[in-house]
């Protein structure tokens, strides 16, 4: 399927790996230019070594940079002033008990996953609106609906998360521009190990898994982690000018964690 968005400029936050460079290489594989961005040089120049092992054609280029910081974004926005696609994905998470989450740390996960997407949508909005052709994705999860107690502070900025992308759809009403909610479940990424080691007490990671969906996510339907290219398939076609009928929406690709039929 062509999903006619081959030459488009894409930047993906947070793309050297997980979910976002899955996201990245499946852009890549539609013909978009896309800028994979980490937050050190090092980070991105191996990313962008293995997408050209995995997608041979891609045109990719790469930014250095933390997008949690306002000077940071504004360097990158003079070197690329324009884009066609913004995919904000930069997030962190970290399972800590809600006594435990000093002030500090629920400023960090406000900062990095929710206003990276701010700044950087409000960067590249008034382009998009101005060409009446544009895309904007923020990748929240299935815990801004279902809050992890685990976790209270990451599923606070995943629910601020689809408050904005609903916000900025109706700002872009009767335009070419769309923004939307991608709300993957638990995913199998390199952060998934991290998890996996601080919340399992040394088990395997598929007895973690088997006892995970009983446990803390019984209602699952897919029964094991979804993987980044399952989410990153989703992400391309919203991505994409045949998803133009699509805006102001919350997309899960999430197993059938959530409980619900709409």
Known sequence: M???????????????????????????????????????????????????????????????????DPEQIAILVSRHPAVDILVNNLGIFDPKPFESIPDEDWFRFFDVNVMSGVRLSRAYLPGMKQRNWGRV?????????????????????????????????????????????VLPGPT?????????????????????????????????????FTTPDEVANLVAYVCSSLSSATTGAALRVDGGVVRAAF
């Open 137 to 181: 994705v923020f990748i929240s999860s299935e815990s801004g609906i279902q809050i992890p107690v685990e976790m209270i502070h990451y599923g606070m900025t995943k629910t601020a998360q689809l408050a904005i992308s609903r916000g900025l759809a109706e700002s872009c009403a009767g335009t070419g521009v769309t923004v939307n909610a």
């Open 2 to 68: 062509d999903y006619q968005i081959k030459g488009k400029l894409a930047l993906v936050s947070g793309s050297t790996k997980g979910i976002g460079f899955a996201i990245a290489s499946r852009l890549a594989q539609e013909g978009v230019q896309v800028i994979v961005n980490g937050r050190t040089q090092q980070s991105v120049a191996a990313a962008l070594e293995r997408l050209k092992i995995d997608v041979p054609s891609a045109n990719a280029i790469g930014f250095a940079g933390d997008l949690a």
């Open 188 to 224: 199998s990424s390199e952060g998934v190990n991290e998890f996996v080691e601080k919340l399992s007490g040394g088990q395997s990671l598929s007895d973690f898994e088997k006892k995970f969906f009983e446990e803390a996510r019984p209602s699952s339907l897919l029964k094991r």
